[in-house]
């Protein structure tokens, strides 16, 4: 885990409980603070699973299945998380590189903001293969949607099927048109069941979607345990080898139109990393909304400086 924050932390304190890793090793450029946090999750490993936890160094990385990277700044209440990359880019370019170096046989799971291009931007500079460099994506934007959802039809999140694709941020696009409740869309599962549902109510969850880091993060200035989980849940499904599909951001190839962006669609995750992405039947305003995403997040990656 490089980076020790709220996100690193809160995923390791996930990770612990899940018994899923025998060693965690946590880095960050702030020592003392991998060395606290290292302490504290230890000493939770008695009501958990063995685990060997310390606050290590980037050769500690040999050897790691995924090393996950939440290093660097925040989002700012006033920020948008494309602002951010400037500020980051450079932090991940050289983790990156760093882990690339001393663990080229393993995966590189990217949380850090804006996430899309930080994904992009650790492929280039790691010397992995882009199946092993992966962006949180929108995992964290699909679960809140799902919940979103479950709460107004009022049945379990797990139960409640869909995706949020593209960026992870303002240009997201909730995938409406397969949204599905035990394969009936969500229009015909609400008129089954007595449920208002208009064109208010798709604009109220999307927006709620989308916005829901800011109105965290302006009640208490920071999100991390659903994302800690998210990660959490990504890595699992790398560790077991297990083909579960998640929006996490992948190089696109061509899929959708799109070539050589990093973004969010639904992927096969595996011990191999991204195995496949999907190409999902969309709508022709989600596929337009999709095309754009793309752009804003080529414009970012464009406007970062060039790599040293
Ligand atoms: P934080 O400030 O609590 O933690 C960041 C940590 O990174 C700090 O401990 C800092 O010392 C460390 N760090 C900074 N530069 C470093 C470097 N060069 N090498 C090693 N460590 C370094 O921040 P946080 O709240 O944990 O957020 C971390 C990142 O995760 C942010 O970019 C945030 O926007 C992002 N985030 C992503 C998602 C998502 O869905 N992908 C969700 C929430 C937050």
Redesign the pocket.
């Known amino acids: 885990m490089?980076?020790?924050?709220?996100?690193?932390a809160s995923f390791a304190y996930a990770l612990v409980l899940s018994g899923l890793a025998s060693e965690i090793v946590l880095?960050?450029?702030?020592r003392r603070?991998a060395e606290g946090e290292a302490m504290d999750l230890a000493h939770a490993v008695p009501f958990a699973k063995p685990a060997r936890i310390w606050d290590g160094d980037y050769p500690d990385c040999a050897g790691a299945a995924v090393t996950v990277v939440?290093?660097?700044?925040?989002?700012r209440p006033d920020e948008t998380?494309l602002d951010?990359a400037r500020r980051?880019a450079a932090?991940a370019a050289?983790?990156a590189q760093r882990v690339g170096e001393v663990n080229p046989g393993g995966t590189i799971l990217v949380?850090?903001?804006p996430?899309d291009v930080l994904a992009h931007v650790a492929w280039r500079s790691s010397g992995l293969p882009a199946e092993r460099v992966i962006g949180?994506g929108t995992?964290?934007d699909t679960a809140r949607f799902r919940w979103l959802l479950s709460d107004h039809l009022g049945v379990d999140p797990h139960s409640v099927h869909g995706f949020v694709i593209g960026e992870?941020g303002d240009s997201e696009v909730p995938v409406w048109s397969s949204a599905n409740v035990a394969g009936m869309r969500i229009p015909d599962f609400c008129a089954a069941n007595g449920i208002p549902f208009d064109a208010s109510i798709v604009h109220g969850i999307d927006a709620r979607t989308r916005e829901a880091?800011y109105e965290i993060i302006e009640r208490k200035g920071?999100?991390?345990y659903a994302?800690g989980a998210?990660l959490l849940r990504i890595v699992e499904a790398i560790l077991r080898d297990q083909r579960t599909v998640l929006s996490v951001s992948a190089l696109t190839r061509g899929v959708h139109g799109i070539e050589d962006v990093y973004l969010s669609l639904p992927a096969i995750v595996g011990r191999r990393g991204v195995e496949r992405v999907l190409q999902l039947n969309l709508s022709v305003v989600e596929a337009a909304a999709l095309r754009r995403s793309a752009e804003i997040l080529r414009g970012a990656l464009d406007g970062l400086p060039a790599p040293a």
Not at 27 to 30: K, N, R, V
């Open positions: 490089v980076g020790a924050g709220h996100v690193g880095i960050d450029a702030d603070r939440a290093a660097g700044g925040g989002q998380r951010l980051n932090i050289s983790i949380a850090t903001n996430v949180s995992i964290l992870h880091a920071a999100t991390y994302v998210g």
